[in-house]
């Protein structure tokens, strides 16, 4: 059984941090184009950042440099550390891995708001 486990949503003050962690089971990894996208309200679902099954990684231009993704391939899982944060930068963040198959997250919130 497929799992992609995120976790590290919440609510941030705007200018502060955050970091989200997706953990992958049952599936091989590495086969695997793993990334974030995000869904504001009202809005369609945008992709953030993303590894491609090559290992460079793409950037959506709203979070190039404030955003970093990473992975820990020993432990099947990728992270987004969201650094300065702004109020549109809320939304529902999905992991998402895609390969033959596509599967995705549960979709913690982030809500970015004084």
């Known amino acids: 059984q497929v799992q992609l486990v995120e976790s590290g949503g919440g609510l941030v003050q705007p200018g502060g941090s955050l970091r989200l962690s997706c953990a992958a089971s049952g599936i091989i990894f590495s086969n695997y184009a793993m990334g974030w996208y995000r869904q504001p309200p009202g809005k369609q679902r945008e992709l953030v950042a993303g590894?491609?099954?090559?290992?460079?990684?793409d950037y959506s231009d709203s979070v190039k440099g404030r955003f970093t993704i990473y992975r820990d391939n020993a432990k099947n899982t990728i992270y987004l550390q969201m650094n300065s944060l702004k109020p549109e930068d809320t939304a529902v963040y999905y992991c998402?891995?895609?390969?033959?198959?596509?599967?995705w997250g549960q979709g913690p919130q982030v809500t970015v708001s004084s």
């Open positions: 998402r891995a895609k390969w033959i198959y596509d599967y």
């Open positions: 590894f491609t099954r090559s290992g460079s990684i």
